[in-house]
């Protein structure tokens, strides 16, 4: 129901602001925000989605919760949707997006309504028995193996894999 109603009024709303703002200032200035919104939308969308994939990057490699950097990722990329979008009212939602106390609050409103059941991070936390799974039918692969000691003397020969340089 919701998102019928935003299908309905937004363009309802962003008809009256054109027609509202174009009888004030007239047709190419109008056209001349529109644009030069979109243009200056993108820049921003692009400047803060590196900080926003920068902080996310951050998170993995300190092995931390995820959540917000992706959740503020989410919101740039629904910013630059909007921004591109022609009308006023999208673009004054696309800005709003881009200030990221204003992504703060959005995230904690958000997380206050949602119930996280499970998270994990790192290897698998179920028991696993101590004995691994033996292969059906009892299946063993015999092979031969031959024990390399490495040469001591410094010099260095080709590993048999690939053709090196040969000494004469």
Known sequence: ??????????PIIEIALFIQIGGAIGLWPTLGIVVLTAVLGTWLVRTQGMIALDQLRRSFSD???PTEPLAHGAMILVAGVL???PGFFTDAIGFLLLVPSVRAAVFRYVAARVTVR???MGPDPRPRSPHPQQPRGGEVIEGEYEEVTPR???ARRPSGWSQGPERH
């Open 1 to 10: 129901m919701y998102l019928f109603l935003a299908f309905l009024l937004v």
């Open 63 to 65: 092995l931390n919760d």
């Open 83 to 85: 921004l591109l979008t």
């Open 118 to 120: 499970r998270f994990h």
């Open 152 to 154: 001591r003397d410094g």
